[in-house]
């Protein structure tokens, strides 16, 4: 694979809960659309950043590029392959080289387990199915050096997760989604639940696991401030879809979609000369709710720019500029 192509490569993916109603007797009452036509890809060694509001469909685009959630339509490739339609065993054999980092270090990690075990436990697993040579000296050696790398002290190998800080969590649970040596790493806000003075920590781990270990990133955050430190591309989610995708520079400077630019417009500036000057965009409203049927953009009920014809239709995300694409009619639309 050449490094221009695209380890990773996602194309109209849906993903939609069925909502129920009754205690009895249960049924059907519509959708929530939290994935609803999403596109975007990851370049070999690129760390793309997803940022959006909490609730428009990060975590659920997440789980479905890990194959954790079931698409509802779409496909999602990988090094070439359409995840969708691999067998259960093709599956488990390409699952080693994505591997997921969760939001919260407290939730994610088995109470039960030792911090060694709960490392090393995928690393063991695919060596029981052959997938993977390693005897247990073997196993014990690479993770023991992966909690070293992570900044782990090996004499905490013994020791359960509730003895551990919630950046030393984090740490573990890093270490466990590289114990298989994956290619690709989702990142689902993984220093959103850290303090502030562990987030910068982890990010830095982070970004020298990914020089180290010649790492993929799928990073997901709600912070532009914490994505632009980290990732070269991003790509701007609202309420399911992707609305606007450009380089972190790009997006910066030339901002196009309005959610965009009100996203932007609400970082505060670290020069408080400017941060006086600056205008903020408010949008009107909340989020509408991603059950509601819709027709026309979806961005439109809290669009300053909205028109008439946002009412009717949806825009496609499509090319402005060279690596730059937004779904918005004020750039026409093909
Ligand atoms: N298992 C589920 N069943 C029903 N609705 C869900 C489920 N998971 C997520 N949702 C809904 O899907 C939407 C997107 O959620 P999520 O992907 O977690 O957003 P984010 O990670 O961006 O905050 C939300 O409205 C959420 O309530
Ligand atoms: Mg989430």
């Not at 995928?122 to 247990?136: C, K, Q, T």
């Not at 609400?266 to 965009?281: C, N």
């Not at 669009?303 to 995300?317: T, Y």
Request: charged letters at 30%; glycine letters at 6%.
């Amino acid at each position: 694979m050449s490094d221009d192509e695209n380890l990773l490569e996602v194309r109209g993916l849906k993903v939609h809960f069925p909502i129920h109603k009754g205690i009895i007797f249960r049924r059907k009452a519509g959708f929530v659309r939290a994935v609803d036509g999403v596109d975007f890809s990851v370049k070999k060694g690129e760390a793309l950043g997803l940022v959006g509001e909490s609730g428009c469909g990060k975590s659920t685009t997440a789980m479905a590029v890990a194959q954790l959630q079931a698409a509802t339509a779409g496909s999602i490739r990988f090094a070439g392959e359409d995840l969708g339609s691999l067998s259960p065993k093709d599956l488990r054999r390409a699952r080693r080289h994505f591997q997921i980092v969760f939001q919260d270090p407290y939730s994610s990690l088995d109470p039960r387990m030792r911090a060694f075990d709960i490392i090393a436990e995928p690393l063991r697993i695919y060596a029981r199915l052959g997938i993977v040579d390693a005897d247990e000296a073997e196993i014990e050696r690479r993770t023991l050096s992966l909690m070293e790398r992570c900044g782990l002290s090996t004499s905490f190998a013994r020791r359960y997760p509730h003895e551990f800080s919630g950046g030393q969590r984090q740490r573990i649970g890093i270490a466990r989604a590289l114990s298989l040596g994956p290619k690709l790493i989702i990142a689902d806000e993984p220093v959103s639940a850290l303090d502030v003075s562990i987030q910068s920590q982890i990010l830095n781990l982070l970004k020298d696991l990914r020089k180290d270990f010649d790492l993929t990133f799928l990073f997901i955050a709600h912070d532009l401030a914490v994505i632009e430190y980290f990732c070269d591309r991003i790509a701007v989610m609202y309420l399911g879809r992707v609305v606007e995708t450009a380089s972190a520079a790009e997006l910066n400077k030339n901002p196009m979609h309005p959610y965009t630019r009100a996203l932007l417009s609400a970082v505060p500036l670290p020069d408080p000369e400017k941060e006086r000057s600056r205008r903020r965009i408010l949008l009107k409203g909340d989020v509408p709710s991603p059950s509601a049927e819709r027709k026309g953009c979806p961005f439109r009920e809290r669009c300053p720019e909205a028109m008439e014809r946002c009412a009717f239709s949806a825009p496609n995300l499509r090319a402005v500029a060279e690596g730059h694409e937004v779904s918005c009619f004020l750039y026409g639309e093909a």
